[in-house]
């Protein structure tokens, strides 16, 4: 059965810590994306990766970074957490050349 | 950006009933998705209606596309109190992206 686990549902942190969220799949999968949701916008990629070390901005890269140095593996960064940060983070992947992408639970993260 | 939008936001109907869900997008696409994600969760992959086909069923969900309109509706019908989630559509953007639309709340009374 398909896959993605994210390492945390409920993540509390500080403005201006960084932060890890980590993202794995069982899947093989070469595509892996990261997004934000929140209330009344849907969801919106901030980065995702068609391959290992390969990465490309989606709409709202700023203020986030990546990591992706083995294929099952994407993690997401906030080098300096702020509040308008607060959100749902899920993590997807997908097969290279379909669309279907399959989701993580979700963390949700709280910046104070 | 935003390219799918539904409507309506936010439905409420009894057990048993029909739902019927809109999406209308700006872009020409090569095919038009729709996920359910259930509350606090992540989302599920549904049904998928490619550009050239006009209508597709899965179960009891029933999808349409009209490119010229650029509009997608979902339907389910009977549906079950298990139903109750957020479903959104989502468009194939290239490179293998997808654009989510806001979603729509539908609540089925039991």
């Known amino acids: 059965d398909v896959k993605v686990t994210q390492s945390s549902r409920y993540l509390v942190k500080r403005t201006g810590e960084k932060v890890f969220l980590e993202c794995v799949q069982d899947?093989?999968?070469?595509?892996m994306f990261w997004y934000r949701q929140d209330p009344g916008l849907g969801l919106r990629l901030i980065y995702f990766s068609y391959d290992v070390k390969m990465k490309e901005k989606g709409d709202i890269p700023e203020g986030y970074s990546v990591s992706r140095e083995k294929k099952e593996r994407f993690s997401l960064i906030l080098e300096s957490a702020s509040t308008n940060q607060t959100s749902m983070y899920l993590c997807?992947?997908?097969?290279?050349?379909?669309?279907?992408?399959?989701f993580g639970p979700g963390t949700r993260l709280t910046v104070l | 950006s935003q390219q799918g939008e539904e409507d309506p936001q936010a439905l409420s109907i009894q057990e048993g009933e029909n739902a019927t869900m809109n999406c209308s997008y700006k872009?020409?696409?090569?095919?038009l998705q729709w996920y359910r994600q259930n509350s606090g969760r992540g989302l599920v992959h549904l049904i998928l209606?490619?550009?050239?086909?006009r209508e597709k069923h899965s179960g009891r969900l029933r999808v349409t596309l009209d490119t010229s309109k650029k509009s997608s509706s979902l339907l389910i019908t009977a549906s079950r109190a298990a139903d109750t989630a957020s479903y959104f559509c989502?468009?194939?953007?290239?490179?293998?992206?997808?654009?989510f639309g806001a979603g729509t709340i539908l609540r089925v009374k039991s």
């Open positions: 209606i490619r550009s050239n086909e």
């Open positions: 899947m093989d999968h070469e595509n």
């Open positions: 872009t020409s696409i090569n095919n």
């Open positions: 997807a992947s997908g097969l290279a050349g379909y669309n279907e992408q399959f």
């Open positions: 989502a468009t194939d953007a290239g490179g293998n992206k997808l654009v």
